[in-house]
């Protein structure tokens, strides 16, 4: 019993010694930061949001909004880190303390940028805006993940520098993980390399028809190692951007005027002045028809092929939709179809004709029966 009696009077002892005042008043300041924190996120964001939305750009805006959050929690940590700088704590835990501290600032401000990059409209609100129509959703998300990569990448760096590392090793460490990895993965980088290509060059975008060697489609999404095409098959096809890169890429989704190009064959037999009038007819109808491009129409009496005379006809439509620029084929070739019926003019197909120039006696009965050239 006495034992425990003098193990409490220690205790009471070393607790009045404590340096309860000190205590007071960092809690106190704990209290009172704690407090402006409180306020800072009710009233003082508010208010200068507010203010900020009224400038010509987006740009204050968009850097309170990114900051927000980082803000509050440093406001708290600040709140801790003032207490303890009141109390009586050694000088090695305090260095501990010191470090600790700007490792939080580091990270604070790391996260901040970091969620200001992840809104791509944000930070390259203005470069966008100079770019092509349509351009910029592919460019714009490949600047924002390449500069969050960055940011990560830096503010891992200056904690690291802060804790004592050396950064020069770091560096070189990264170069050679870097070179292993290049070795290790090279199919990987040459489609990630290709992705870039694709996004700097910009031969095609989201939305766009394109053709290739290896597919054609509508593109859906362009991401760093590959490009999703849907078919017309309604198929989704994945390409490694390495291929894409290399090939001889059609994007039919930039053309103004949409070609239409066929041969009208007429039978031989045909009267020159029948053909001079079917051609003018044809061309003329061109002309006249609203939805096709006057630029470049051509009908002319091309060739003479083995079993009709062929009339060209070229020419380009004002719509590029699919439906629409079909719907105007479909309305001229009827129409070249009443043109050669009104002309009296036959459409040909393929055909031969043989000659017989001796007859054996055996097939006289037959030849007297089917007299003249004979057509298979």
């Excluded at 199919?187 to 290739?212: A, C, H, Q, Y």
């Excluded at 390409?239 to 930039?254: C, G, R, Y």
Aim: net charge negative; with cysteine; proline share 3%.
């Amino acid at each position: 019993m006495d034992i425990i009696m003098n193990i409490i009077e220690e205790w009471w002892e070393a607790f009045l010694s404590l340096p309860w005042r000190k205590i007071g008043i960092a809690c106190l300041i704990f209290l009172v930061i704690f407090t402006f924190r409180k306020v800072f996120t009710r009233y003082i964001f508010k208010i200068v949001m507010r203010f900020a939305q009224k400038s010509p750009t987006s740009f204050f805006t968009n850097m309170l909004t990114a900051f927000e959050k980082p803000v509050r929690f440093f406001i708290g940590v600040l709140g801790i880190y003032l207490a303890l700088l009141y109390l009586p704590i050694p000088l090695e835990s305090m260095t501990v303390i010191n470090t600790v501290y700007r490792s939080i600032v580091i990270v604070v401000i790391g996260w901040g940028l970091f969620n200001f990059a992840s809104s791509s409209s944000n930070l390259f609100h203005r470069f966008s805006h100079k770019m092509e129509d349509g351009a910029d959703s592919m460019v714009i998300p490949f600047l924002s993940k390449l500069t969050r990569f960055a940011i990560v990448l830096l503010t891992i760096t200056l904690v690291a520098y802060e804790w004592g590392y050396n950064i020069n090793g770091l560096v070189a460490g990264l170069g050679l993980g870097g070179l292993a990895v290049a070795l290790a993965a090279q199919e990987t980088l040459s489609n990630f390399l290709g992705g870039v290509i694709i996004v700097t060059e910009r031969p095609f975008k989201s939305g766009d028809w394109i053709e290739t060697p290896t597919v054609e489609g509508m593109v859906e999404d362009i991401s760093f190692r590959s490009t999703e095409v849907r078919t017309f098959a309604d198929s989704l096809v994945t390409v490694p951007n390495k291929i894409l890169a290399s090939e001889a890429i059609t994007n039919w989704s930039e053309m103004s005027v949409r070609r239409i190009m066929f041969t009208v064959g007429v039978e031989y037999g045909t009267s020159p002045e029948k053909i001079e009038t079917v051609v003018q007819r044809v061309d003329q109808l061109l002309r006249d028809h609203e939805e096709v491009d006057n630029e470049l129409i051509l009908v002319r009496f091309s060739e003479m092929s083995e079993s009709s005379y062929d009339i060209f006809v070229y020419f380009f439509t004002k719509s590029t939709a699919w439906l629409e620029w079909y719907k105007v084929k479909e309305e001229i070739n009827l129409t070249i179809i009443r043109i050669l019926e009104e002309e009296g003019v036959k459409a040909a197909f393929p055909s031969r004709s043989l000659y017989v120039e001796k007859v054996p006696k055996d097939w006289e009965g037959v030849v007297r029966e089917t007299s003249g050239p004979q057509e298979e």
